[in-house]
């Protein structure tokens, strides 16, 4: 009987054995699946970034950091189908640019791009040497090239963003004097300048909230602009990028010159939303199925700014008690972009 036992025990020792060996073998190779899953892809360090649709495809763009920038300055251009999966750098020029300073105006300082289409011809507003310069071309990936020219202005100016509405083209911008400050003006059809008896003031970095750290230069800086019911909404960041407390807010007006009303809402993202410190300076764009979404940037960690990281939220227009409509960021859909190695 004694024998027995032991036959019994030593089989269910056998068993156990190789029961717990094949979940060892499915752990390594759940490990395994992903640390290879990660070794795929690249988080994406664009500042300022925008997204720009074409079809079928997302373009995203911003201010390009990291090794890449030492092949040339300019703008770096990634892809994607879903907003999920990014490929890139793919732009035609070296180094996966869509415009390298040898094609445009400027030779440092590439900073904040807008890419839209107007008249068969891709266009990109972009900031360089402190200046706004308008670059063309016949496809998304680029090459931009530009005359060389920034668009004439008596003072430094960055942040370009273009707005069409009603058959006029608006201008909006960052100004260099006593702060940033936010500034709009009506554009020439052609695209070549502004209309300066239409120069107006937007808005100033005055809240609270705007400036934490008291700064003898206050931000307001990175505009977007939307129109929804015969309403628009200003969309802005404040603070000095680099300071953790950098967020977006956003201001209405019942026309594209203003006067601007300012949101008690505001911010909208920000450290507290994001989880991440410096959350600010993007742009909206609208996905296949509706959704607003905010493309931003946030540091790179609690302890440094750059390079800074690439995000995605999604905005909402929802009513407040008086049935009035605020735009709201929802925290749960906060996402980091990354990109496909080949």
């Keep these: 009987m004694k024998q027995y036992f032991l036959k019994v025990l030593t089989i269910i020792v056998v068993l156990l054995g190789i029961s717990c ?8 190779s759940d490990n395994t699946s992903d640390a290879e899953n990660e070794a795929k892809t690249d988080q994406i360090e664009l500042a300022d970034p925008t997204i720009f649709q074409d079809g079928d495809m997302y373009y995203l763009y911003g201010t390009s950091q990291g090794e890449l920038t030492e092949r040339g300055t300019g703008f770096l251009v990634y892809m994607s189908k879903d907003l999920e999966n990014w490929e890139g750098p793919v732009g035609k020029v070296d ?16 900073w904040a791009p807008q890419v839209f289409e107007y008249n068969n011809t891709f266009y990109m507003a ?3 040497n402190e200046n706004i310069a308008i670059a063309t071309s016949d496809s998304p990936l680029g090459p931009f090239t530009n005359s060389g020219e920034a668009l004439e202005a008596p003072v430094k100016q960055i942040d370009p963003f273009v707005f069409f509405d009603n058959g006029k083209i608006y201008l909006y911008h ?24 239409t120069l107006t003031e937007c808005i100033s970095a005055e809240e609270p909230w705007e400036n934490t750290e008291n700064a003898a230069w206050p931000v307001a ?11 628009y909404y200003l969309i802005y960041s404040a603070n000095d990028f680099r300071n953790p407390d950098y967020a977006v807010g956003y201001a209405t007006s019942d026309s594209p010159l203003g006067p601007w009303e300012k949101s ?4 909208i993202i920000d450290k507290n939303i994001t989880g991440e410190n410096g959350s600010g300076h993007g742009d909206v764009m609208f996905d296949e199925n509706g959704e607003m979404q905010y493309v931003l940037h946030t540091h790179f960690s609690n302890a440094s700014v750059h390079p800074r990281k690439t995000a995605v939220i999604q905005l909402d ?3 407040d008690g008086e049935g009035n409509e605020i735009l709201k960021a929802d925290e749960e859909t906060f996402t980091f972009l990354e990109s496909n190695k080949e």
């Design 95 to 110: 180094g996966g640019f869509a415009l390298k300073k040898s094609d445009a105006f400027g030779d440092q300082g590439f």
């Design 221 to 231: 800086e990175g505009p977007t602009v939307l129109k929804r019911n015969d309403i």
């Design 126 to 128: 972009y900031t360089a």
């Design 317 to 319: 227009f929802q009513e």
């Design 264 to 267: 008690e809402n505001s911010p």
């Design 174 to 197: 960052v100004r260099l004097g006593e702060g940033n400050r936010i500034f709009v003006a009506e554009m020439n059809q052609d695209l070549s300048g502004i209309k300066p008896e």
């Design 21 to 28: 060996s094949g979940s060892k073998s499915d752990s390594r």
